[in-house]
């Protein structure tokens, strides 16, 4: 059975750096596309970044391009999404999701519906 966990989450004041992380029990994440995802109160949930199984390939959201950066690292088994400059629009729950991609080890997309399992989510807050 495929666990995911997300962890690091926080209030931070505005300009402030955060960096959540994403790990998976039951799977080994070298074959799986990641996805971060956000969803602020009121909205539906977003794609923020993903990054293949492979590492060679990220996408990232417009308005968060410059400021954050998926990195993983499968001996750990973990992905990372590190948010620097953060702006009070960034506060929302952020989910992370894997998707099995063995033979497509260079692809990752931002829809949602590409991705199976899923974390709890974990709260970022921007608010001085």
């Known amino acids: ?3 995911v966990v997300e962890s690091g ?3 931070v004041q505005p ?3 955060l960096r959540l992380s994403c790990s998976a029990s039951g799977v080994t994440l070298d074959q799986y596309a990641i996805g971060w995802f956000q969803q ?3 909205k539906e949930r977003e794609g923020v970044s993903c990054i293949s199984a492979s590492g060679d390939s990220t996408l990232y959201r417009d308005s968060v ?3 954050f950066t998926i990195s993983r690292d499968n ?3 973990t992905v990372y999404l590190q948010m ?3 702006e009070p629009e960034d506060t929302a729950v952020y989910y992370c999701a894997t998707v099995f991609a063995p033979f497509q ?3 990752c997309e931002r829809e949602s519906y590409f991705y199976k399992h899923w974390g709890q989510g974990t709260q970022v807050t921007v608010s001085s």
Request: aromatic residues 4%.
């Open 15 to 17: 300009g402030g750096s």
């Open 84 to 86: 620097n400059n953060l």
């Open 65 to 67: 391009k410059g400021r």
């Open 9 to 11: 989450g926080g209030l």
């Open 1 to 3: 059975q495929v666990q």
């Open 40 to 42: 602020a109160p009121g």
């Open 105 to 107: 080890t260079s692809w």
């Open 75 to 77: 001996a750990k088994n």
